[in-house]
């Protein structure tokens, strides 16, 4: 079963523009990890936040983790054509869960 | 070496065919994981070995086998597959479970006919 659920389902941009991402999910985690997938090939890890920290940043990326509303949030700032591709969040200890995804175009 | 090889990258096979996908990683991690994703939804889990042991199987169909013949290496053995088996094949590697992240290979591409 998925534990993620990520909001959108489908988000188009304005190159140059921020993205916010929101993947909500239901039991407590340990960690919460961020992926991107482009044109349904190879997963790759963008970032992993721990229970304990509230952000983290990554070059244009910005988590953050609400453990109390069990929600966190992916933030790609200034987006470019290439960060076209969809964005997974996922949870999980000795395995991890993927949650359904959001599919980010931008338009140039 | 940072990557998680895949081979073949598309593969066709009939209903009666008997097929085998590979994995490969010299990262020196210890725990691998089979992934499986249709069009337009997150990868679901199969299958993970940890120091080279099956420890988890997601109760998936006796027609896929999973085998990890030493530490680097991973295969999917496939036979008597359906049309509903057609999906992309995700494997990954991790050093240590999930507190850190995966690396993933670019996956086959699967097509059962």
């Known amino acids: 079963s998925q534990q993620g659920e990520e909001d959108p389902q489908a988000l188009s941009i304005q190159e140059g523009e921020n993205a916010t991402m929101n993947c909500s999910y239901k039991t407590s985690i340990n960690n919460l990890q961020w992926y991107r997938q482009n044109s349904g090939r190879g997963l790759v890890h963008l970032i992993l936040i721990r229970s304990n920290e509230r952000e983290k940043h990554s070059g244009r990326l910005r988590v953050t983790l609400d453990t109390s509303k069990k929600s966190s949030s992916l933030l790609i700032t200034a987006s470019r054509a290439a960060d076209t591709a969809s964005y997974f969040c996922?949870?999980?200890?000795?395995?991890?869960?993927f949650g359904k995804g959001t599919r980010l175009h931008i338009l140039p | 070496d940072t990557e998680v090889t895949q081979t073949p990258k598309h593969l066709v096979m009939g209903m009666t065919n008997k097929k085998s996908l590979k994995c490969e990683q010299h990262?020196?991690?210890?725990?691998m994981y089979w992934y499986k994703q249709k069009a337009k939804k997150p990868p679901e889990l199969m299958f993970v070995y940890s120091y080279e042991k099956l420890s988890i199987n997601e109760s998936v169909p006796s027609r896929f086998s999973p085998e990890c013949p030493n530490s680097s290496l991973l295969n999917l053995h496939l036979h008597a597959l359906q049309p509903e088996d057609s999906a992309l094949y995700l494997c990954a590697s991790s050093p240590q479970g999930t507190r850190v992240g995966y690396t993933f290979g670019s996956g086959t591409r699967l097509t059962v006919v």
């Open positions: 990262m020196g991690h210890r725990a």
């Open positions: 996922a949870t999980g200890d000795d395995k991890i869960i």
